[in-house]
């Protein structure tokens, strides 16, 4: 095999190496499971290589082949991904608004907690849809949009993790109003209730020398 054959492998591997595996280690503590579709991708990426040492195979064949295993490289990528963006969706927003919901975020750190995390979701919304839509036109351009996508999951999973304190607090606070507000309409249902039990004898008294 010639130079340039074992430079493109090298740089090939190297992407495997310091991008995918990463990204796999972090799919497999998420998921708890290896996905299926980028085991096949990895064993055509493999197979691609491996033809290109058949006895025989022309500069030209091999070429061809490489072409293939660069592009299963940037389909393993493009899936990390996607797969770890779904599963951010999940543990980040769908369940932090599950926890939240009905709770005044707008009153955690003089409203700028609120602000942050709303443009953070506006962020991932928007580079999402592009990352779709490109994902057919130019997948070069949709993989950066599915990474930052990644990245902004990643810096708001952070973010949410320093202001744990101050969301406990809110949600405490939202709790002993309900508490605050259920214990009130007791008090004037017992109240309502004695006033009730003591008007309604002396009505009929009342009524009774009418």
């Known amino acids: 095999m010639d130079a340039p054959f074992a430079n493109q492998t090298t740089l090939l591997y190297q992407t495997y190496n310091e ?7 972090e799919i497999e503590v998420r998921y708890e499971k290896f996905p299926t ?7 055509a990426f493999n197979d691609h290589i491996a033809r290109c040492h058949r006895e025989g195979i022309s500069n030209l064949e091999i070429e061809d082949e490489l072409r293939k295993a660069k592009g299963h490289i940037e389909r393993i990528v493009l899936d990390c991904y996607k797969f770890l963006n779904v599963a951010l969706h999940e543990i980040v927003i769908k369940r932090f608004d599950r926890r939240t919901k009905g709770i005044d975020l707008g009153a955690i750190n003089n409203g700028t907690f609120f602000a942050v995390y709303s443009e953070a979701k506006k962020f991932i919304n928007t580079h999402l849809k592009e990352a779709k839509l490109l994902e057919v036109q130019d997948k070069e351009k949709s993989l950066k949009e599915y990474e930052l996508v990644y990245n902004k999951f990643s810096e708001l999973e952070i973010f949410l993790s320093d202001n744990e304190r101050h969301i406990c607090w809110a949600r405490a606070r939202y709790y002993s109003n309900k508490l605050f507000k259920l214990i009130g309409w007791l008090l004037a249902a017992i109240i309502s209730g004695i006033i009730s039990s003591i008007y309604i004898p002396w009505s009929r008294i009342f009524s009774f020398f009418h």
Not at 37 to 43: D, G, H, L, S, V
């Open 37 to 43: 579709p980028i085991f096949n991708e990895i064993r």
């Open 19 to 25: 991008v995918i595996k990463p990204l796999i280690a």
